[in-house]
């Protein structure tokens, strides 16, 4: 299985889809383009059964700019309709990318601003290269963010956190966003791709269902109240137990092997 866009392309090995933004020489921006792509990529990667991980990772110097400024300039009397219709494509991919039962794993091997950002934090595990920075970018073009970030900062960052950096415009290091939680792990940057490749790998390999319950019986734990989280909770372990890998993973620890998971 592969996808070809413009601004976005997949490719599909051993359960693993390799999602790359091929835009380097624009810096990766987000703009129609690229939600529509990744609108058509996050559909099939979505209704795909054989997809057990994801890789998110960009080509050259920026993992992506974020939004294509000089689009804007071009059109600035239609902003207010453009918006709203390049972000509705844009909003509904990060949803479906978010929502699936795959893990999203990202290597972050070079700059990062604004809706890409968060684009970004949505995946579950992030590598990134020690040479990195991160810069909010909304206000320093009087706009406000977008791209679901006041929802994916605030979950790794924390709500105080993740407001400063987009209210003061903050550009952070790669060390401060480790501290802050904004990544997960740190490398020089020639062993950001390789390491990132293991993690996704080796989720690949596990029970999809069951990681597709874990990420969604975390999305939004903090707007639950304790009863209905806990019956989520309890809800989806007893749906869980009834899966394959379920019973593989049970059969392997009584016999004290390896679990062989196929994501059923």
């Not at 609108?39 to 920026?62: C, D, H, K």
């Given at each position: 299985m592969e996808f070809q866009g413009q601004s976005i392309r997949m490719t599909m090995e051993d359960g693993l889809a390799r999602v790359t933004l091929c835009q380097a020489d624009r810096g990766n921006p987000i703009d129609a383009t690229l939600g529509a792509e990744?609108?058509?990529?996050?559909?099939?990667?979505?209704?795909?059964?054989?997809?057990?991980?994801?890789?998110?990772?960009?080509?050259?110097?920026?993992f992506s700019v974020g939004g294509d400024l000089n689009s804007f300039k071009d059109r600035i009397d239609e902003l207010p309709r453009l918006v709203l219709d390049w972000t509705s494509d844009f909003?509904?991919?990060?949803?479906?990318?978010?929502?699936?039962?795959?893990?999203?794993?990202?290597?972050?091997?070079?700059?990062?601003?604004?809706?890409?950002?968060?684009?970004?934090?949505?995946?579950?595990?992030?590598?990134?290269a020690d040479s990195v920075r991160f810069t909010a970018a909304f206000p320093a073009i009087g706009f406000c963010a977008d791209?679901?970030?006041?929802?994916?900062?605030?979950?790794?960052?924390?709500?105080?956190?993740?407001?400063?950096?987009i209210l003061c415009n903050e550009t952070i290091t790669a060390a401060e966003a480790q501290a802050a939680g904004l990544v997960d792990h740190l490398h020089p940057v020639a062993e950001v791709r390789a390491a990132?490749?293991?993690?996704?790998?080796?989720?690949?390999?596990?029970p999809t269902r069951a990681y597709g319950m874990i990420k969604r019986c975390f999305s939004g734990a903090l707007g639950r109240s304790l009863d209905e989280q806990?019956?989520?909770?309890?809800?989806?372990?007893?749906?869980?137990?009834?899966?394959?890998?379920?019973?593989?993973?049970?059969?392997?620890?009584?016999?004290?092997?390896?679990?062989?998971?196929?994501?059923?």
């Open positions: 990744l609108l058509e990529l996050s559909g099939i990667l979505m209704t795909s059964p054989g997809v057990r991980a994801v890789l998110l990772m960009a080509e050259g110097r920026f909003h509904t991919a990060l949803s479906r990318l978010r929502r699936m039962d795959a893990p999203v794993v990202c290597a972050v091997e070079g700059g990062v601003a604004g809706g890409a950002v968060s684009m970004m934090a949505f995946a579950d595990v992030i590598h990134a791209s679901g970030t006041t929802v994916s900062l605030s979950e790794r960052m924390g709500i105080a956190r993740a407001r400063r950096f990132a490749e293991a993690t996704a790998r080796r989720l690949a390999q596990g806990l019956e989520l909770e309890a809800v989806s372990l007893s749906r869980a137990a009834g899966f394959a890998d379920a019973r593989e993973g049970i059969t392997a620890f009584v016999q004290k092997r390896k679990a062989d998971f196929t994501g059923s």
